[in-house]
């Protein structure tokens, strides 16, 4: 079992749709989570950055974090066309090694 | 400011070549880390320097070494190429490689092996 499991879709969407983005994760030492987004031929962009449990909100994106299931939420409002991207999820524990654990990322289609 | 730069962007080499990819950080950032990026594996974390010393590691055979000079630019070199070493090699800087600290990716370095 990898430590990050993340779905790779694709998951296709009418563009204005709400999309959920999830990972599941089996280190309980991870307190530190990312989601990234990798438009194609480019590199990952950091989106939203939590610490700990709780949710996080950033314009039409929002990171949830529920640490008792080890799962984790990305969720998109409002979908737009030029939301198609990959999302990635990443983890980091605290202490030790700061380098983060990716997810492989779920393909997103946001369709006019 | 500029954000990374990865050179070259694209590449095709032989198996049994070797190849050398090039990043420049961020500005101020000292910590650079190297990922390889294949639909198969995904991200996979090769190794990270910080002030010029190799920090932490990845699992990857010795073929994969790297290098950081004292401007913070870093190097790694790819060595006996094998054709499942074709990837998107991604850098990225941040500015102390600790916890909290934010990583930048670059645009990465497309290589292919045939």
């Known amino acids: 079992q990898k430590e990050v499991e993340q779905d790779p879709g694709p998951l296709s969407v009418p563009e204005g749709a709400i999309v959920s983005l999830n990972c599941t994760y089996s280190n309980s030492a991870f307190q530190y989570f990312m989601w990234y987004r990798q438009y194609s031929r480019k590199g990952p962009e950091l989106l939203m950055y939590t610490y700990s449990s709780g949710n996080k909100e950033d314009g039409r994106f929002t990171a949830q974090v529920d640490k008792s299931s080890k799962y984790i939420s990305l969720f998109i409002r409002d979908s737009q066309p030029s939301d198609s991207a990959t999302y990635l999820c990443a983890m980091s524990p605290t202490g030790g090694s700061y380098i983060p654990t990716f997810g492989r990322g779920t393909s997103l289609i946001v369709h006019p | 400011k500029a954000g990374v730069t990865q050179t070259p962007r694209y590449l095709i080499k032989t198996r049994g070549q070797q190849v050398t990819l090039s990043c420049s950080p961020i500005?101020?950032?000292?910590?650079v880390s190297w990922y390889q990026q294949t639909p198969g594996q995904g991200l996979q974390f090769l190794f990270e320097y910080f002030s010029e010393t190799q920090r932490n590691k990845g699992n990857f055979p010795g073929r994969f070494s790297g290098r950081q000079f004292s401007n913070s630019r870093s190097e790694m070199n790819v060595s006996t190429l094998e054709l499942g070493d074709s990837a998107l090699y991604l850098c990225?800087?941040?500015?102390?490689?600790?916890?909290?600290?934010?990583?930048?990716f670059g645009e990465g370095s497309w290589l292919t092996v045939v």
């Open positions: 990225a800087s941040s500015l102390a490689g600790a916890q909290g600290n934010t990583i930048y």
């Open positions: 500005s101020g950032h000292r910590s």
